[in-house]
């Protein structure tokens, strides 16, 4: 049986910040292998390392030690090639454009034709259930949506790799619970590997086909938790015995990071 191919894999991986009082560990001898097609979440507490992860493999973050590679490629690479999307904690919407003129953005800026600018972006809307929101603009749509178009922007060039940092963290449960599900129906859709920053137990195990849990700074990787449950989920899931049991080896894995010793 052939090895699948690891879209993100990183070795000894380290970052340093140099700041005015002393250095700051941020990430150190991480690991890490995220193979193509996988839904990948990092949990671990504030200041872990979760976020400074996804920006070193978009090239946002130059890594002090170790390497990183992205489809192959070096992420500066990776990013010249349009190999991953980014979504940010805050949907980043410009409110002077509307939602479809937002979404169009980076195919503006990469070049497409009008007419295979507008053909991407009905898809995308679509994928996210926002068809018919394109000549709104950001105000006139509540923050699950606004989120939902951020998500149709990092898709609209139609990368394999979705990076995503904390997105439905600001959101009340009910509205983070049904973005949670449009997410696993459109991970189903396109088949994208997605890699997925979040504080909560309960939507990292939803969610994921494995849970990379993390130490506090410096920022290891303490755990590898492979799901084991169907990928087809509805919200239900969570009362199942299965569930709870994945839950509470990922609440062990942060209870036992804390306990670890430089």
């Known amino acids: 049986m052939s090895e699948r191919f690891a879209v993100i894999e990183a070795k000894g991986l380290g970052l340093t910040f140099e700041t005015g009082d002393g250095p700051v560990h941020a990430l150190k001898d991480v690991d890490l292998a995220i193979h193509k097609g996988d839904f990948v979440s990092f949990i ?8 400074t992860f996804l920006r070193v493999a978009a090239d946002l973050e130059q890594p002090t030690a170790g390497r990183i590679t992205v489809n192959g490629m070096s992420p500066e690479e990776a990013r010249k090639s349009r190999s991953y999307g980014y979504v940010f904690q805050a949907a980043g919407l410009f409110p002077w454009r509307t939602i479809g003129a937002n979404v169009r953005l980076p195919l503006e800026i990469m070049g497409y034709e009008r007419a295979e600018q507008e053909r991407r972006m009905a898809r995308v809307l679509e994928l996210v259930e926002l068809s018919g929101f394109e000549k709104k603009y950001p105000w006139q749509l ?4 606004q989120q939902r178009a951020s998500i149709a ?5 139609d990368a394999d790799i979705l990076l995503m940092d904390e997105p439905f963290g600001a959101l009340d449960e009910i509205v983070r619970d049904k973005l949670n599900e449009q ?3 459109l991970w189903a859709r396109t088949g994208k590997t997605i890699g997925f920053v979040t504080h909560s137990i309960p939507e990292a195990v939803f969610l994921s086909t494995h849970i990379v849990v993390m130490s506090p700074r410096p920022g290891r990787v303490t755990d590898v938790i492979e799901s084991t449950l169907p990928r087809e989920r509805t919200l239900d899931i969570r009362e199942t015995p299965e569930f709870l049991a994945l839950a509470h080896r990922v609440r062990e894995g942060l209870r036992a990071g804390h306990a670890y010793d430089e």
């Open 44 to 51: 671990g507490p504030s200041g872990c390392g979760k976020t």
């Open 142 to 145: 509540s923050g699950g949506m």
């Open 153 to 157: 922007r990092a898709l609209a060039f």
């Open 183 to 185: 997410l696993l129906a």
